[in-house]
């Protein structure tokens, strides 16, 4: 609500593993929101600096300078274990810490006012979203409650639940969660409304930072999106493109130089930060070159990098993504030549080795890039929020999302046999039921454990949560039926319930609950966590311009002073104490850098006092 009592209208984000975007529909159409340094998409890293805290293209710019504390890649750790063998890869390119907390749970550690602070990967990515809550609202003069966000299509259900989580944190109130991939498609049936006729086939390819996603879907004239099938990898993007680069220069250091600087994170960090720059670069050339002074150990780094290399250094990785692709088009039982447009998303398909070979898969299609590769995402997910919030818009009311659940769900039988109950690519909202028997004489309890994933031997997919059946009636093996229901909600988010069939007794699992999840008490703790760094933040800016008019003021009044001893209309004992003044307190400024906002509010008033003859 605002002064006047309007509701801010329900905004859509992307929150992107390298960069995240934010959108709203109004005045019958979709605006993009730029941040306050003018920027449409805001880098998705929060930095740790001193005693305050830089959340987007703040925090971005600390990179080469203060590797250890600038936190980016939360995306990658949401809803994953310690122990998930992807974050131990991940760990070692990371120049944060990240250690194993409680129950298995990854945690980031910092350093903050001088103590090493730790923070689960759900507040990183709050922090981030409270940021796009903030931009919105400065954009909009009115407070932001409600929103859809995006997710890669290939999460699963505690990355989903994980991404819930972190709006709550952020203070938002989340309306609804899809796929990015779909937001995308959403935002080119928009834009593309009079060129759509009958139904066409679409295939999304989202080539992002830190994940891959495709989609293959049909969008019907007026407006009805129906996700076919969905396929992707929650670890392959640009920031792989990036590592391959750095461990590239690693290696020509070492044998250049014969020096490893493995062990240097500021060194690696510049090096990050010079490729990534490299990799835009060599999109739009092919060729340029990598210049590092002192990059370690005082030794200059100088590199010429070909578009070549770095294709010959990532093919494995772009053949990847034409295999998933494949993958999605076959689970959609679609041949390739049915496919009407190719439509591109996230800042990596701007490639131009991945478009050729997109373009080759598809015989020399020409692929869409109407859509803007950076804000359909966001563009989609605010369209989304103004129809779920109610908008009257036609355009929007007419939007209708038919999504899929990207893995197969089920549970664990004999044997290690994963048992599926809603195969993957299953439409949603859904719900399938199945029943088991038991399968041991007089069993009087069951674990149910309830697994996510495309293998057959249930432990190698995850493992989203487990519960007990216990009072099951003794009877010989085989007899008692225990009935086990799957139900998926709109935003492909699961809720499990199973009993025993002759006794009506029935337990639920809300995955949620689950142990290694967050409780509502630890969400509740972040929330004020959160808002006790937006007091910290808020208080720090005012302090930074307490200091900065305080400058200001001495700068203005020490030349307003030169005038005045020319003009000499002033008594010169006058003069002597304003000079004192002045001096005294740009002393006292540069011995107390870190003073207070009110100390540093009345030097400020205590100076104009004196000062005052000169204006
Ligand atoms: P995400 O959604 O994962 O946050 P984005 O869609 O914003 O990612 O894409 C960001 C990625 O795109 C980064 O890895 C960035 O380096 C890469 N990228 C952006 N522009 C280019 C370009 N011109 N050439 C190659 N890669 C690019
Ligand atoms: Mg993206």
Redesign the pocket.
Known sequence: MDGKGNVAPAIGI?L?????CAAVWRHNRIEIIPNDQGNR?TP?SVAFVDAHRLVGDGAKNQLAMNPANIIFDAKRLIGRRFSDSKVQEDMKLWPFKVIEGPADTPKIVVTYKGQEKEFLAEEISSMILSKMKETAEAYLRQVVKDAVITVPAYFNDSQRLATKDTGTIAGLNVIRMIN?PTAAAIAYGLDNKSDIVGKINVLVF?L????FDVSVMTIEKGGIFEVKSVAGDTHL???D??NRMVDHCVLEFKRKRNKDLTGNQRALGRLRFAC?KT??I???TSQTSIELDCLHEGIDFSLKFTRAKFEELNMGMFDKCIAILETSLNDAKMKKSCVDQVIL????T??PKVQLMLQEYFDGRRLCKSVN??EA?AYGAAVMAAKVSGSIDKSVQDVVLHDVTPLSLGIQVIGEVFSVVIPRNTPIPSSNAKEYFTTRDNQSCIDIMVYQGERSKSTDNHLLGKFRISGIPLAPKGVSKIMTCFEIDANGILTVTAGVISTGKMEKLVISNEKGRLSKEEIEKMVNDARKYKFEDKEFKKKADAYNALEDYLYKVKNKIKEYKIKKRVRSEMLKKMKNAIDETTKWLEDNQAAPFAELQIKKVHLEFVCKLLF
């Open positions: 992307d992107g593993t390298t960069y995240s998409t998705s990015e989202d992002g930072g830190g994940t993007g640009g920031q493109f990036d990534e990799k835009r060599l999109s739009c998303v996230g800042g990596s701007r490639i590769p950076d995402v």
